[in-house]
């Protein structure tokens, strides 16, 4: 639907982890309205209304996905059911419930847990700064096949991960630069890099306000039932251990990464 030049300036002042459930409440109000378009007036009307309601619309938790599933082509992974399983999850723990009784009743969606998907290492949802982020991963392997020596492999690499010069019978690659986006696989027509695993590498932690801090990377690169897994351990993890409604990534910083490994099992 179209949005007006003022109403899309008032919407970009709504904080981004809510922007796209606000987007859509307004448009299904438009289109009840019979509108053709989005205006000012009426997202100031609904901003009042949205404010007055706000634990009404809260849901205690939320999920979040990159622009993946619309066709982009840095995708690691493809599995497009990957939020409507994280919906699934989370919408069965009643987290609602239980930050009200962390909270009180002023719950407001900076208290909701957060769970972003990211199909690549470009990572445009923002999994970094997410109670639990999950990016997509696709990690290479040198296979023993003949190398052409077109140098495909090195050009195609974002992150100067992979080596090739003269006299070198295959590439080398730097898994320590290494993030697994898997262009390097996608461009090698010889089959001699290949793909060592796909799926998941798991961010726990991330949170913005006033003391910000970027989530921490659990060990390994996990297949989507393994990835759901640990996050429906994490929401465990921190229904045990929150005492007042605050982040994920406080917990974890009081208790020790370590603590939350152990539990989760990495």
């Known amino acids: 639907m179209e949005w007006t030049s003022d109403a899309e300036a008032l919407l970009?002042?709504?904080?981004?982890?809510?922007?796209?459930?606000?987007?859509?409440?307004?448009?299904?109000?438009?289109?009840?309205?019979?509108?053709?378009?989005?205006?000012?007036?009426?997202?100031?009307?609904?901003?009042?209304?949205?404010?007055?309601?706000?634990?009404?619309?809260?849901?205690?938790?939320?999920?979040?996905?990159?622009?993946?599933?619309?066709?982009?082509?840095?995708?690691a992974v493809t599995w497009n059911e990957t939020a409507e399983r994280l919906e699934s999850l989370l919408a069965g723990k009643d987290l609602k419930r239980h930050l009200k009784e962390k909270v009180g009743n002023s719950l407001k969606f900076h208290h909701e847990f957060r769970v972003t998907v990211a199909d690549c290492p470009n990572c445009c949802s923002r999994p970094q700064i997410c109670d639990v982020g999950l990016v997509g991963a696709s990690k290479p392997a040198i296979t023993g096949e003949p190398c052409s020596h077109c140098g495909a492999c090195v050009e195609a690499c974002p992150d100067k991960a992979v080596r090739l010069t003269d006299g070198m019978d295959a590439p080398e690659i730097d898994f320590g630069r290494c993030l697994s986006c898997g262009k390097c696989i996608k461009v090698c027509s010889t089959?001699?890099?290949?793909?060592?695993?796909?799926?998941?590498?798991?961010?726990?932690?991330?949170?913005?306000?006033?003391?910000?801090?970027?989530?921490?990377?659990?060990?390994?690169?996990?297949?989507?039932?393994?990835?759901?897994?640990?996050?429906?351990?994490?929401?465990?993890?921190?229904?045990?251990?929150?005492?007042?409604?605050?982040?994920?990534?406080?917990?974890?910083?009081?208790?020790?990464?370590?603590?939350?490994?152990?539990v989760v099992g990495v």
């Open 12 to 75: 970009s002042k709504v904080p981004f982890f809510v922007r796209k459930r606000v987007r859509k409440k307004v448009e299904a109000e438009a289109r009840r309205q019979g509108l053709s378009a989005v205006t000012k007036p009426l997202v100031v009307t609904l901003q009042k209304k949205f404010m007055a309601s706000m634990e009404d619309e809260v849901k205690g938790y939320s999920v979040e996905t990159c622009f993946g599933p619309s066709g982009c082509p840095n995708r």
């Open 191 to 262: 089959g001699t890099i290949g793909e060592a695993s796909k799926g998941y590498r798991v961010l726990v932690g991330g949170k913005l306000g006033r003391h910000p801090h970027l989530a921490d990377e659990l060990p390994g690169i996990h297949s989507l039932d393994e990835a759901l897994a640990i996050v429906d351990r994490c929401v465990d993890y921190y229904e045990r251990h929150n005492i007042r409604g605050e982040r994920f990534g406080e917990v974890i910083q009081n208790r020790g990464l370590e603590d939350l490994k152990k």
